[in-house]
Structure formats: C-alpha cells, structure tokens
C-alpha cells in the first residue's frame, strides 16, 4: 500500500466512525521520546521517521508539524498528499495545530485520536483550546488498523538485572526515597499511610527496580506499568504489568522475590486500578499519565486520587549518586577512547589512503564497531549521526542505506554519537576537517567551541534552571548575528534514556546535562560540540560544572584570531588532560597513540 492509498484508507475509515478531523501524535502509551517500531504510527502513514511530530488529517488534507530540526529531513520524506507545518520550539509549539482547526475547521465537528497516546496534561491543553470540538476516544485505532497484519510485533527479549555496583542503590533504598519525597509534598500525612502510585514512564520503572530491557532501540528499557504500593503495616511492594514471558527465567523470579515485585499481565492495569477502597489513595503523574488511564482512575468508585503534577521519579532519578558519577566518568573515558580510534582510522582512509568511496552510512556502521571492542558496551544511545558538508547542516540527520552521501575529506564532517554502557549512558559530538577548511568554517567553528567553552566554565547560583543559561553559549555566536534553533543541554539518564528530563528542571549537584552549541548554514555546512557535564560545588550556594568528556577539539578548524590568551591556555590544558588519560589505554595501538599527541600538542 503506498502513501496514497493509507491516505484513502485513512479517510474512509474516519468517515464510518464520524470523526472529520484525526490527531496523530509521535508517541506511545507511556509517554516515551523514543518509540518501538510498532508504535511508529507516524512514519507509517505519513513516511515521517523524525522524532518528534504530531499529524492532523482531514477529508481534504494532511499536516504534519514538526520542529526546527526537521524541518529540512521533513521536506523530503513525506508522502504526496501531506504537507509540512513549522513548529518555533522543539519542544512543541501548543498553539499551532489548535490555532489551525480554530481557523480552518468548524467547531462543532467531531475530533477522534487514541486517548492512550496523550498524557493527561497535553490532551487538557489541546482540549481547553478545543473546547467547542466534540473529542473521541479512538480505542481500536484507525492507523493500527490500516497497517494490519504487518504491523511489527513487540520483542520478547528477557530483563536485564542492573547490579548494585553499576546502580548503587538497591531496589528496597529506593522505595524508602520514593516514600520520603512524597512525604516531602505531602501535606496530609494520613494519605501515606495506605498508598499506590502509578508509574507511567519507563525509564522511571527501569530506575526504580533496576532493571533494563531492549523494547525500544537504543533506550534500555521494557513495556510495563507499575503500581508501588505501601500499606497500612508500613511495607511496600510494586505491583510490575508486563508481558510474562519477559520475566520467566529463575533467576528473575529469585530477584523479584526479593525485591518485593509482582507480576501482573500487562493488560490488567486498568482491572488492578479498579481494585480500591475508602482507605486507598491513588497517587498519579499528569506529565506522563496518558488521557484514557487518567480517566479510569478519577471514574474510581471508592478512594481518593490526587495528581503530583509532576513526575517525582523523574526529578530523584536526575541527581546520580556516586556509584553512578563514577561509572559515567568511566563510560566517558571509554567512549572518547573508540572514537579516537574512529576518527584515527578516517584520517588514515581519507588522507593516507586516498578513499573517496566510504559512505556516511558505512562510517556509522564503524563507528559502532570501535565502541564494540569496549567493556560492557550494551549498544549504542541514539541512531549516530555522521555527516558531511551539507548534511551537517541537518540537525538530527540520520543516515541509512538509501539516504547517505560519499565522505569528502574537502567537507566538514560531523559526528553525533553515544553509547550505553553498564557504567552509564554517553552523548558525544565532534566536527572534524581532514582538509582545507573555508574561512567561514573556521571562523564558525572557532565561535561555537568558545561558547561550549564558556558554558562549562560558568558558575551560577544555586536554583539557576538549564533554560535560564541558553544564552551563555551563544555569546560567540550572536556578536555575528548568529544563532542556532535547538537548545543546549539536556539530562542523560545512568544506562537509560540519552535524552531524560526533567527538561527546564532547576540544576542540582549530581545532575548530569550535556553541553552541545551549534551552527547550521543551510546547504552548505552545520558544526555541533557535545560533551556531557556534571554539575558540582563550587562554593557556598554556587554551582558549576565539571567536564565528564576527553576528546581533542578539531585544531584544524580553529581560527587562531578569534582565541584569546585565557581560552588558548584553556584549550590547551584540556588537551593536556585528554592525553593523560586516554594515551594509558593506546599503548598497543600506536597509530591512534600518534593521531592523540598531534591532536593534543599545544596551539
């Protein structure tokens, strides 16, 4: 069936069940960034494959809005019949697509979408937009339908257990967390004497029962809800809904024993919620708890609900202890490692060897390679993103057998990748030149990394939030009325999600965001720097950050007139450190031991 015909299935379908306008959103029912093949409804009916989107689909026409950093990968991907809509923010624009059916679609037309794939807090926004919209529940779902029998199937990959010395904390600590930071937002102490609360998110339940999966690529972890529970005696148990046969191994039933887990199917969620009384308080998240369970639980006929109004796990989990600070610090280490010998290997082939047939594709396959030969590599974070010339200017390009071009030693080229490690997860970016760079490029490059640079050496006040710093990387950047549209930092999850929230959240000691400016000239060339950073103590009520990333900068693309003697002897110093601790791990591999010291030798 091609884009035309889905199309045509689509609108005959929404006329037999009375809905003249259908909302798809990019999501599943846990409200997860990344999403399993077979909840890519999105690419399936519209060939959309970026990771944020959200369609609209009427008798006469298709819309799909997305942000700036598709706006180019858009263009070329989507079916005849369906038309691209600008976004401002790439966290949404709320206002777009309720701002299109207000003036363009009578108000009292019928709008269907899958309650399950909207968190409560989003489906109130668009409804109270909407408020004169009739909205339905679209439970057997229309694209699930059309897509019938060769819609993919979800795996049946077992658990992984995280051990103490990579999460360090058990399960049964992290209860007592949970319990206590309720408390803390509580004011009612008699609603915590006999408590559940809903866990939507994924990487929340992999975090709390320290357990991983691969239900999602490059996210480790695994479809379920979870109910954790305390009763009136003062214990507390989580109730886990999961497909069985993810969890019938002895080992796994030995662990979950002890931890105090239960298994349900997980079909029986909505069956388990049911289950209440006068005395029971129902605890729930409206950030991630999706529109039709949140319906179910304030339809409960005894007990009592109350919504947090943000996710409690999400904000605990972001603080990393210190097993989890040292085991980011050692998957940092490694990742610079395999991609020295990356980049090592692409000079030899590019410049010694002449090659003008390596593909951007074949180099992603590589990539992951080097990373392969580490210890306790589990996979890579993100599908990598290796680019040249003006694909860099793409900012989540992701190159595949049919879309990728030939490697020019002549061209920038851009490398965005990561790892997962037990240790901790990676998000790593390098711009590197094996040529002759433009002055442009150089200068360009020169700007970002001087703003990458005066973020990480920014002290701050404690309760600053990452969003209140965006301007602190630009600085370089705006003295030329430059800019770039996405923003600068985000959370990394410990061996979990590369991208974790919570987003704009205030920065405390423990957190881990990663530092990533850029620069994107449409058809031409994009740069981007990426290192991950801790933030640390620095003085009574102040914070800063400490650099988790060794990789050399691309001396290369340098423009010596724009560095100071300050930023010149910071460089340098970093270099310096990048030597001392990645040239112990090169004793064996001297040509990579060769391409370090000439990357690292002083400006």
């Known amino acids: 069936m091609n884009g035309e015909e889905k199309l045509s299935f689509m609108r005959k379908l929404m006329k037999e069940r009375g809905y003249d306008i259908y909302i798809i959103p990019h999501g599943d029912q846990h409200d997860s960034e990344y999403i399993a093949e077979n909840d890519e409804r999105i690419k399936f009916i519209s060939n959309f494959s970026g990771s944020y989107g959200i369609g609209l689909v009427t008798q006469d026409k298709a819309l799909m809005w997305t942000d700036s950093r598709y706006f180019i990968q858009i263009e070329k991907e989507l079916y005849p019949g369906w038309q691209m809509q600008k976004m401002q923010s790439i966290y949404g624009d709320e206002d777009s697509l309720p701002n299109y059916i207000l003036n363009n679609i009578n108000n009292k037309s019928n709008i269907g979408m899958d309650f399950s794939l909207f968190t409560k807090a989003n489906a109130m926004k668009l409804k109270s937009r909407l408020k004169d919209y009739k909205f339905f529940d679209d439970i057997n779902n229309i694209i699930d339908i059309i897509w019938g029998s060769s819609k993919p199937k979800p795996n049946t990959n077992k658990l992984l257990i995280l051990p103490i010395e990579?999460?360090?904390?058990?399960?049964?600590?992290?209860y007592k967390i949970i319990d206590s930071e309720l408390k803390n937002i509580n004011e009612s102490s008699n609603e915590l004497n006999n408590y559940r609360l809903l866990i939507s998110r994924l990487d929340d339940i992999a975090w709390l029962l320290?357990?991983?999966?691969?239900?999602i690529p490059y996210n480790p972890v695994f479809f379920s809800y979870a109910l954790f529970c305390k009763n009136s005696n003062n214990e507390f148990h989580t109730k886990l809904f999961i497909a069985q046969n993810k969890v019938d191994s002895l080992e796994i039933n030995k662990y979950l024993e002890e931890n105090k887990i239960i298994i349900y199917k997980y079909e029986q969620l909505i069956e388990e919620?049911?289950?209440?009384?006068?005395?029971?308080?129902?605890?729930?998240?409206?950030?991630?708890?999706?529109?039709?369970?949140?319906?179910?639980?304030?339809?409960?006929?005894?007990?009592?609900?109350?919504?947090?109004?943000?996710?409690?796990?999400?904000?605990?989990k972001?603080?990393?202890?210190?097993?989890?600070?040292?085991?980011?610090?050692?998957?940092?280490?490694?990742?610079?490692?395999?991609?020295?010998?990356?980049?090592?290997?692409?000079?030899?082939?590019?410049?010694?060897?002449?090659?003008?047939?390596?593909?951007?594709y074949q180099l992603c396959i590589k990539n992951k390679q080097f990373r392969q030969e580490q210890e306790n590599f589990m996979g890579e974070s993100f599908a990598p993103i290796i680019a040249s010339g003006s694909n860099a200017a793409i900012v989540h390009y992701e190159p595949n057998e049919n879309l990728n071009s030939i490697i020019n030693k002549n061209l920038i080229i851009l490398c965005d990748s990561g790892g997962?490690?037990?240790?901790?997860?990676?998000?790593?970016?390098?711009?590197?030149?094996?040529?002759?760079?433009?002055?442009?490029?150089?200068?360009?490059?020169?700007?970002?990394?001087?703003?990458?640079?005066c973020l990480e050496k920014f002290i701050f006040d404690k309760g600053k939030n990452m969003n209140s710093m965006e301007s602190i990387p630009r600085i370089f950047l705006s003295m030329v009325n430059k800019d770039y549209l996405h923003d600068t930092t985000h959370g990394v999850g410990h061996f979990l999600n590369v991208h974790e929230g919570?987003?704009?959240?205030?920065?405390?000691?423990?957190?881990?965001?990663?530092?990533?400016?850029?620069?994107?000239?449409?058809?031409?060339?994009?740069l981007r720097i990426e290192n991950e950073m801790l933030v640390v103590k620095k003085g009574e009520n102040k914070l800063g950050f400490e650099n988790l990333?060794?990789?050399?900068?691309?001396?290369?693309?340098?423009d010596m007139k724009l560095i100071s003697e300050e930023f010149k002897e910071f460089i340098d110093d970093y270099h310096k450190q990048c030597f001392e601790k990645l040239s112990p791990f090169l004793k064996d591999d001297l040509k990579t031991l060769?391409?370090?010291?000439?990357?690292?030798?002083p400006l």
């Open 594 to 601: 060769d391409y370090l010291k000439r990357k690292t030798h």
């Open 210 to 215: 320290n357990l991983r999966g691969s239900d």
């Open 420 to 453: 997962q490690y037990l240790d901790g997860t990676t998000d790593i970016t390098r711009t590197v030149h094996f040529g002759n760079p433009t002055k442009k490029e150089k200068e360009m490059y020169t700007r970002v990394l001087l703003g990458n640079i």
């Open 318 to 360: 972001s603080v990393k202890n210190k097993t989890e600070i040292e085991g980011f610090k050692k998957a940092n280490i490694k990742d610079c490692i395999s991609l020295l010998k990356f980049f090592s290997y692409l000079e030899e082939e590019l410049v010694t060897n002449n090659r003008t047939d390596l593909t951007e």
């Open 502 to 526: 919570p987003y704009f959240m205030t920065l405390k000691e423990g957190n881990i965001i990663t530092n990533e400016p850029g620069y994107y000239e449409e058809n031409n060339f994009g």
């Open 273 to 316: 919620l049911e289950k209440t009384n006068d005395n029971l308080v129902t605890f729930f998240d409206e950030s991630s708890t999706n529109l039709r369970n949140y319906e179910k639980i304030k339809n409960l006929t005894y007990g009592k609900s109350i919504s947090l109004n943000k996710d409690i796990i999400e904000e605990i």
């Open 166 to 174: 990579y999460s360090g904390q058990t399960v049964l600590d992290k």
């Open 549 to 558: 990333t060794f990789l050399p900068y691309e001396r290369n693309l340098i």
